[in-house]
């Protein structure tokens, strides 16, 4: 058996480039290990004062002000090492990207 998790990004009408991840997960050998990782990123990065209700995101760590006390930096740096956990455990990511250009910027046709 397999989880899938999937996430979207870019499907606001003005966004040139939707895009859709999925990971497949091995839920009896790499999920456990999995959450122990992030729960130590958890610790080691996000500040006292954001831990209660926080939820990664990316949009709020760094679209929105949600956390003007925190570190842009550090921000970045839990960003990067959560990057990094799918080729730590193995789990598969697929991918797919599609280009909305015409619905966000319509083509103009010029005549003479």
């Excluded at 760590?61 to 930096?73: A, E, I, M, R």
């Excluded at 280009?99 to 005549?111: D, I």
Aim: with cysteine; net charge positive; charged share 20%.
């Amino acid at each position: 058996m397999r989880n899938i998790c999937t996430d979207e990004a870019g499907t606001a009408a003005n966004e040139a480039v939707s895009v859709v991840l999925a990971l497949i997960v091995n839920p009896d050998r790499q999920w456990f290990p999995v959450v122990a990782a992030l729960a130590t990123l958890y610790q080691t990065y996000v500040p006292e004062q954001y831990r209660t209700g926080f939820a990664f995101h990316g949009r709020k760590l760094f679209g929105q002000n949600k956390y003007p006390g925190w570190d842009y930096d550090e921000r970045k740096a839990l960003m990067r090492c959560v990057m990094t956990l799918p080729s730590k455990f193995n789990i598969i990511v697929l991918s797919y990207r599609h280009y909305r250009v015409n619905r966000c910027f319509p083509v103009t046709v010029l005549r003479n």
